[in-house]
């Protein structure tokens, strides 16, 4: 089946710092969209980008879709204690004829840690 | 909005024993979804309702597993004769539908709720 690989795993930062974090996938999507989730909670949609090459900014939430439709990226800039979470990312497939079918296809995660 | 609900957000249970979740997608949205998510993965597709049409299944479905959503708004999903290895968070998520007004670029993106939680002792 569709695997997207994310990475880093985790990452340990300072408050204040930029955050970088990607996704890469063997197949083409038609959608990417960006989560959060905090422990014991749903994941919460923080961004969804439509157009291969569109960059689309949330606050200091910045993020991507490749041009080669197989991979985004996401950057947090001016980090905070509370961007500490668990970072999603997850994509469409298009189907044949253009329709979505609409299942997600979710990356492993990125644990964040902001140290103030 | 109201967001997308759940419950119960906590179920323990004995293996062998029948669980009931239940979802309820914000207003208008058509469209509802079920993942799985076990300790340190993304949350996993199991099936996908338009209106109240069950448009596609995961083979994580096994027959042990049934999802319903007979009106087309609430839904719920049943895990007969659980096992320990369906421990995990149930999330369900909903999608309004294309092309009405300020919801025409947003069909794709899904609302998650807070999940039930399932342990199978």
């Known amino acids: 089946g569709q695997q997207l690989n994310q990475s880093p795993q985790s990452m340990f930062i300072q408050e204040g710092e930029d955050v970088s974090m990607n996704c890469t996938s063997s197949?083409?999507?038609?959608?990417w969209l960006w989560y959060k989730q905090d422990p014991g909670e749903g994941p919460v949609l923080l961004i969804a980008?439509?157009?291969?090459?569109e960059l689309t900014s949330n606050g200091r939430l910045t993020a991507q879709f490749g041009i080669t439709r197989k991979d985004s990226f996401l950057n947090i800039s001016a980090s905070i204690p509370s961007d500490v979470g668990i970072y999603f990312c997850?994509?469409?497939?298009?189907?044949?004829?253009?329709?979505?079918?609409?299942?997600?296809?979710f990356g492993q995660g990125t644990i964040l840690t902001v140290h103030p | 909005d109201t967001g997308v609900s759940q419950d119960p957000r906590h179920k323990i249970t004995k293996r062998g024993q029948n669980v009931t979740f239940r979802c309820d997608p914000i207003?208008?949205?058509?469209?509802l979804y079920w993942y799985r998510q076990t300790l340190g993965q993304g949350p996993e597709f199991l099936t996908y309702?338009?209106?109240?049409?069950?448009?596609?299944k995961s083979r994580l479905l096994s027959d042990r597993f049934s999802a319903e959503r007979p009106k087309g708004s609430f839904s719920t999903l049943e895990i007969q004769r659980t096992e320990q290895g369906d421990s995990a968070m149930y999330l369900c998520?909903?999608?309004?539908?294309?092309?009405?007004?300020?919801?025409?670029?947003?069909?794709?993106?899904?609302?998650f709720g807070p999940g039930t939680r399932l342990t199978v002792l």
């Open positions: 207003s208008e949205h058509n469209r």
């Open positions: 997850a994509g469409q497939l298009m189907y044949a004829g253009g329709t979505s079918y609409g299942k997600l296809t």
């Open positions: 309702f338009q209106n109240e049409a069950q448009l596609e």
């Open positions: 998520a909903s999608s309004p539908p294309p092309g009405q007004g300020r919801l025409a670029v947003r069909y794709n993106e899904q609302f």
């Open positions: 197949s083409i999507f038609n959608t």
């Open positions: 980008l439509y157009k291969a090459g």
